[in-house]
């Protein structure tokens, strides 16, 4: 799928493992080699600038969007196919999800977090069909998988909305699953519902 577009969300801190830094390089460099386009928050730092410099070495479409607000604190990165700067996080989450065939979340943050989540829920609410992943980067989501398991036991959960996710470790795999998942044709207006 050449015209496969992948949205990535990740932390613009590295952290404290090297095995961060190295799957984000991963992911970078499969969504090069693919021929994909990568979508993400526009950044330079941490693993954000990571995996975009990664997918740029291989000759990638690198779309970044990020607030003005953001663009000192998370360097934003000049080196992109096209960087969109935007005044609202609100707009920078959807014109990233509009861009995207599907979402792959690495570790990060808060942010990283709340992006996720809310791409999960307009999923399981029908605003999109496209395909959502989780990288569990060296036991990362551990605990958050098991509080998701926590809140299926109790009734706050279904086995459908969990499954909606795609959890692995291994982020070659994830990300062809990911691109095996994704609709064939999305209709540009997919999030303007909501």
């Known amino acids: 799928m050449a015209s496969f577009s992948v949205c990535v ?17 991963c992911v970078g460099t499969f969504v090069g080699q693919q021929g994909w386009q990568l979508v993400y928050g526009g950044g330079r730092a941490g693993l954000m600038g990571i995996v975009a410099d990664a997918a740029l070495a291989e000759g990638a479409t690198v779309i970044g969007v990020i607030p003005e ?18 005044e ?43 395909p959502l992943g989780l990288l569990n980067v060296a036991g990362y989501y551990d605990a958050l998988l098991a509080f998701l398991k926590s809140s299926r036991e109790r009734g706050f959960m279904s086995d459908a909305q969990i499954d909606l996710l795609q959890v692995s470790d291994d982020p070659q795999a994830l990300l062809a699953r990911l691109a095996e998942m994704a609709p064939r044709a999305t209709a540009p207006d997919d999030y303007r519902r909501i």
């Open 69 to 86: 607000s953001l663009m000192g604190r998370e360097l934003g990165h000049r080196g992109l196919s096209e960087l969109h700067v935007v």
């Open 88 to 130: 609202t996080m609100h707009q920078r989450k959807m014109q990233m999800a509009e861009r995207s065939d599907a979402f792959l979340a690495l570790p990060g943050g808060i942010g990283t977090f709340e992006e996720l989540f809310e791409v999960w829920s307009w999923r399981q609410l029908g605003y999109h069909d496209k």
């Open 9 to 25: 969300y990740c932390g613009s801190r590295a952290g404290e493992l090297a095995a961060y830094a190295d799957a984000a390089h």
